[in-house]
């Protein structure tokens, strides 16, 4: 139990001693900070005092003490000693409202995974991510219960869970059994939320579950986060008896926090500390000429190869620039990679290696690590029945990187929410009773196997996709897809060999210029933070040059498309990213010249079209190139005249594979155009062997 009554305690009255502070503390300007904010409160008619903590160690130390010792005695002297101003300011206001003093900026911040049984009854400040919420409820304080016998009317205030209310009539003349109903209208409520909070995924310890903490918040509080959200709370830890499954009590106590203040903080340095000695570094190390190189080759040192999907990974963590055209329209800065490979190629290493780089980084599978999966979803608590807005991996990496492994495994409800994810940066979220908009401002770094099992080489990319689980609309809206395949090549086979049994054998050394990943890991946070560069006329140029060029090429309508102007966002960030790199203000040519680069290595890997040897980025926009399209579509244009020779009856199969032959379109191209056209809905088979279109 906390100790009540210290000596400082007894010798004057804790309210009187909040009064004096509230009236008398000077910030360092002179200024008398708590007359201030109490004035402006009215003013907005508020109902919370913000204190900052430091403020009160410095005005009276053991005051400051006592509050943390015994909070609900204090914090409650410190609430009271507000009304006593008001009533002077605005007696009516005061009458009418009750006052919380609420506590910021304690001294420490305890991590989730140390709280005991010590901190019990304490004020505590925790640091972490939100990641439920249920909707707000209403809380009964103050019941009032008329007898239906009587009329007799009886106040009663509620403070635990559960209801308390009279047995019988409190009237002695009356004194019913069981008569006493609530009068809703009569009664006093107040605003109530539960929420849960989380260790933040880049803290946790690897291989380690993260702890959770309950939070209840009340009043004012209820609302001021959403799911997804990094958030401080200060609150005093509360102990609730745990019941079996059968209702009964158990002899143990589960731990929840009753919050006095909670703050939402904002993205920034705050996560990722860098100290002047640290900035030093940053900006020493910007000025290397090959500092691009070095960031690229510091990334995953020891796995071999793939420089292009580094320096895509490097970009990447650093990011595009998000924004907001006068029209109100958001485009997003993040970008986003798809690595599709054969098993055993280091996909996942890669991905745990950025998630662990990246300020607010995520490693998780498509499957998903909880209930709400990669975007959100609404979860029921197994034991109280209760319902939850949960936040998923992209929400949770909200101004960060989500990993996501295995993407291609994701369940149908994140598939459809991904689109809105991806490309708004929002989930939105509508089911029992619950409805949310989160923010979900990450890049997404994903990893999936090809539909085959492994990548077959002698097909195109699109036919390697599973198009029932990475569909074209989702495909298109990753700014680089990079394929990785594990062919035998004796001269790549060998120097892999050798770096990877040198790390086995323990004899590697760091190659030289490598960045140790704890001053990237700064150095990616500073730039994020503090450098936001812009395009310059060269690199317009550039990007213009190159992009009209490649839509040259199909002009004339029926050549394949090269290029969208998704392609284009997408050039600016990667260009943006690379100016990042270097902490430069300004997009130069150089960073656009790298960027198509890279985007080049792509489109002319995924968007081959072996068929018409041209690039045709339809592959990935429209899941089949537009050579095959065409051919579909004269597929079609030969059933339908069949059909109107036939008078609409259905068409034997065997006369499409005429037609067709007869205009050059093999046997085997038509029976899969067939099958397709079937899974698609486009045409049916009404009786074996013959055809009729939707
Ligand atoms: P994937 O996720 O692509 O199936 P993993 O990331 O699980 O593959 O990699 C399998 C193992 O092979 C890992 O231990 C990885 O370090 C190793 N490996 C594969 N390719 C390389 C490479 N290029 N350089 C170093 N190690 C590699
Ligand atoms: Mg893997």
């Known amino acids: 139990m906390p100790e009540i009554g210290s000596e400082v305690a007894l010798t004057s009255d804790p309210r009187l001693r909040f009064l004096e502070f509230y009236r008398s503390f000077e910030d360092r300007k002179g200024r008398l900070k ?187 509080l209820v609302d001021r986060a959403r799911p997804g959200d990094r958030v401080t709370v200060v609150g005093i830890l509360n102990v609730k008896q745990e019941r079996a499954v059968s209702g009964a009590k158990l002899s143990t106590f589960s731990t929840y926090l009753e919050a006095n203040n909670i703050e939402v903080a904002e993205a920034g340095l705050g996560e990722v500390e860098i100290t002047s000695e640290d900035e030093r570094k940053i900006l020493e190390l910007a000025k290397s000429p090959d500092i691009h190189e070095r960031i690229i080759r510091s990334i995953a040192p020891s796995i071999y190869g793939y420089e292009h999907i580094k320096e895509a990974v490097a970009y990447q963590l ?128 994903a990893a999936a196997n090809p539909k085959y099992g492994r990548y077959v080489y002698e097909r195109s990319f699109n036919e390697n996709i599973d198009e029932r689980k990475l569909p074209p609309t989702i495909l298109s809206r990753f700014d680089l897809i990079f394929v990785i395949t594990d062919k035998p090549e004796r001269g ?51 990007i213009k040059d190159f992009y009209l060029e490649m839509r040259g090429r199909a002009e004339g309508g029926s050549s394949p498309v090269p290029i969208t102007p998704r392609q284009l966002e997408s050039l600016v960030r990667l260009a943006e990213a690379r100016a990042k790199m270097a902490l430069r203000e300004i997009v130069t040519a150089e960073d656009a010249e790298a960027a198509i680069r890279l985007m080049k290595t792509y489109l002319s890997s995924v968007g081959y079209d072996e068929e018409t040897g041209s690039i045709d980025i339809d592959i990935v926009m429209v899941g089949k190139p537009r050579s095959q399209q065409e051919k579909i579509l004269k597929v079609m244009d030969i059933i339908k005249m069949l059909e109107e020779s036939r008078d609409g009856e259905p068409v034997p199969v065997n006369e499409i594979y005429e037609e067709a032959e007869a205009q050059g379109l093999s046997r085997e191209f038509v029976e899969k155009t067939l099958r397709r056209m079937r899974n698609d809905g486009l045409i049916y088979e009404p009786r074996t062997g013959y055809i009729k279109r939707t």
């Open 492 to 542: 790549h086979d060998a120097r892999l060999a050798e770096h990877v049994l040198k790390l086995h054998g323990g004899t590697y050394v760091e190659e030289e210029g490598v960045i140790p990943p704890e001053l990237l890991r700064k150095y990616i946070a500073y730039a994020r933070e503090r450098i936001h560069p812009k395009l310059s006329v060269e690199a317009i140029e550039k």
């Open 318 to 445: 650093f990011g595009g620039e998000p924004k907001v055209y006068p029209d109100g329209v958001r485009v997003r800065g993040d970008i986003h990679i798809l690595l599709v490979g054969d098993p055993g190629t280091a996909k996942s290493q890669l991905l745990k290696y950025a998630a662990r780089l990246a300020p607010r980084g995520l490693y998780t599978s498509g499957k998903g690590s909880t209930a709400a999966g990669l975007t959100a979803a609404v979860v029921r608590d197994k034991r109280t029945g209760e319902f939850y807005l949960e936040a998923g991996a992209l929400v949770l990496s909200d101004k960060g990187i989500a990993c996501i492994d295995e993407f291609d495994k994701m369940d149908n409800e994140d598939r459809a929410s991904m689109h809105e994810a991806m490309e708004q940066q929002t989930v939105s979220i509508a089911k029992a009773g619950i409805v949310a908009t989160l923010n979900a401002r990450c890049a997404v770094l």
């Open 34 to 220: 708590y007359r201030e904010r109490i004035r402006k409160m009215i003013l907005l008619r508020q109902r919370s005092l913000v204190v900052d903590f430091p403020d009160l160690v410095a005005y009276d130390k053991d005051l400051a003490k006592e509050v943390l010792k015994a909070p609900t005695i204090f914090i409650e002297a410190a609430s009271k000693a507000i009304t006593d101003i008001v009533k002077i300011d605005d007696p009516d206001y005061a009458k009418s409202t009750v006052f919380y003093a609420r506590f910021r900026r304690l001294p420490e911040a305890i991590p989730l995974r140390s709280l005991r049984a010590e901190h019990i009854g304490r004020l505590i400040m925790v640091e972490g991510i939100l990641t439920r919420a249920t909707p707000v409820k209403q809380q009964l304080t103050e019941a009032v219960f008329q007898c239906e016998a009587c009329g007799e009317r009886t106040i009663i205030a509620q403070e635990g869970i559960v209801l308390r209310q009279p047995a019988r009539c409190t009237n002695p003349a009356c004194g019913k059994r069981g008569s006493m109903r609530l009068l809703i209208e009569e009664s006093k409520f107040r605003d109530w939320q539960k929420l849960v909070v989380q260790e933040r995924p880049e803290e946790l310890p690897p291989g380690q579950l993260p702890r959770n903490l309950e939070v209840i918040v009340r009043d004012d």
